[in-house]
């Protein structure tokens, strides 16, 4: 199992990102995939689950402005990110769990800043 992702790179304050993470799992449909990110000398922190049936879960510092989703028939999760403020800067990371499975991307960095 793989996970990709993509749509990361700098953006201006107040801008939108939408990041892409594909998997390479048949049983993706019942996993629970997550987007977690590490800013430069924090430890990495929990943004944003999406179980099997679509229940949702955010971090307070992104709710509001931050929305996960998926398409079970593309095997992707995504996360569009409004409102971006600099504290958002950091590599985010796809992750998915299922059946004591867990598995990391390599991450994408977002720069917010002017």
């Known amino acids: 199992v793989q996970l990709v992702e993509s749509g990361g790179g700098l953006v201006q304050p107040g801008g939108s990102l939408r990041l892409s993470c594909a998997a390479s799992?048949?049983?993706?449909?019942?996993?629970?995939m997550g987007w977690y990110r590490q800013a430069p000398g924090k430890q990495r922190e929990l943004v944003a689950t999406?179980?099997?049936?679509?229940?949702?879960n955010y971090a307070d510092s992104v709710k509001g402005r931050f929305t996960i989703s998926r398409d079970n028939a593309k095997n992707t999760v995504y996360l569009q990110m409004n409102s971006l403020k600099p504290d958002d800067t950091a590599v985010y990371y796809c992750?998915?769990?299922?059946?004591?499975?867990?598995?990391w991307g390599k991450g994408t960095l977002v720069t917010v800043s002017s």
């Open positions: 992750n998915l769990n299922r059946a004591g499975l867990t598995i």
């Open positions: 999406i179980t099997g049936r679509s229940d949702t």
């Open positions: 799992d048949s049983f993706f449909s019942i996993a629970t």
